[in-house]
């Protein structure tokens, strides 16, 4: 018997954001265990950029930017972003 396949599927609805001053201490702060290199390499990368693109991952009765939601950069979504860590961009 095989495993059963999932049907819920997450439409990405992403926004332009910038990170903070201080993104890379956040980001080392929601992490228990050592940081690894290709978490390193992510946080270096978003460090460097001054626009970026993320999407909230859904839950159930979630309010609109909710600060202890789940947020995933659009090239790169194996990393948690917290609310804290960005600032969203308002496109012109």
């Known amino acids: 018997m095989g ?13 332009k954001v910038k990170p903070v001053d201080n993104f890379k201490d956040l980001f080392i702060e929601n992490y228990d265990a050592e940081i690894t290199d290709s978490e390193k390499s992510f946080i270096d990368k978003i ?26 950069e659009r090239e790169d979504d194996n990393f948690v972003l917290r609310r804290n860590m960005f600032t969203i961009i308002e496109d012109a």
Do not use: G, I
């Open 47 to 72: 460090s460097s950029l001054n626009e970026f693109y993320v999407y909230q991952f859904p839950r159930f009765l979630a309010a609109e930017c909710e600060s202890d939601a789940d947020y995933f």
């Open 3 to 15: 495993c059963p396949k999932s049907d819920w599927v997450v439409k990405p609805n992403y926004f």
